[in-house]
T-cell receptor, first 111, second 112 residues
Framework: SQELEQSPQSLIVQEGKNLTINCTSS?????LYWYKQKYGEGLIFLMM?????EEKSHEKITAKLDEKKQQSSLHITASQPSHAGIYLC???????????FGQGTRLTINP | DGGITQSPKYLFRKEGQNVTLSCEQN?????MYWYRQDPGQGLRLIYY???????QKGDIAEGYSVSREKKESFPLTVTSAQKNPTAFYLC???????????FGNGTRLTVT
């Protein structure tokens, strides 16, 4: 079955620093979603990527899907305390109407 | 406002009791999903339904049951057969292939 591996699992950065979270698939991705979650709450949609080489940005967050469509990265520039939380990548399984998720990356921003 | 609502936010039960988690949506989506989240394990799919009166098992369906009698509602029952029911449960709705899933705020179930 398709699996999504996220790295790192946990990340602690100084406020103002840049950071990158990766999401790697064992199979070709037919779409990739990035979500953010505050502890004990639901998931908030960040970005959706569908084409190889696609890149999207929103405020200080940029997400990319590589040309081979097997890896995605989420980059945060000049991190702020509001960026803290759990980041999850999710992807639809080929031929199925369901999403699989990576194990999540817990991001902590130190002042 | 359109959205997806889970209730209750917190639920406490004694071991051996069945418990039902509520999920209601007014986004008019056909598909609904139940995920379980444990620390450090991301989300795992329990059950999903693509249409009323039909549902499919996900990766960890054992010990759970669902029903889909109405388009708006997809309740999840955690039965006494579920060996480790304490977890955070998330309900979602939407179309997987061309738009993001919308998630509820979750129900934290604690079984002692």
């Amino acid at each position: 079955s398709q699996e999504l591996e996220q790295s790192p699992q946990s990340l602690i950065v100084q406020e103002g620093k840049n950071l990158t979270i990766n999401c790697t698939s064992s199979k070709t991705l037919y779409g990739l979603y990035w979500y953010k979650q505050k502890y004990g709450e639901g998931l908030i949609f960040l970005m959706m990527l569908q084409k190889g080489g696609e890149e999207k940005s929103h405020e200080k967050i940029t997400a990319k899907l590589d040309e081979k469509k097997q890896q995605s990265s989420l980059h945060i520039t000049a991190s702020q305390p509001s960026h803290a939380g759990i980041y999850l990548c999710g992807a639809p399984l080929q031929g199925a109407q369901k999403l699989v998720f990576g194990q999540g990356t817990r991001l902590t921003i130190n002042p | 406002d359109g959205g997806i609502t889970q209730s209750p936010k917190y639920l406490f039960r004694k071991e051996g009791q069945n418990v039902t988690l509520s999920c209601e949506q007014n986004l008019n989506h056909d598909a609904m999903y139940w995920y379980r989240q444990d620390p450090g394990q991301g989300l795992r799919l329990i059950y999903y339904s693509q249409i009323v009166n039909d549902f499919q098992k996900g990766d960890i369906a054992e010990g759970y049951s669902v029903s889909r009698e109405k388009k708006e509602s997809f309740p999840l029952t955690v039965t006494s057969a579920q060996k480790n029911p304490t977890a955070f449960y998330l309900c979602a709705t939407g179309r997987v292939w061309d738009s993001p899933l919308h998630f509820g705020n979750g129900t934290r179930l604690t079984v002692t």
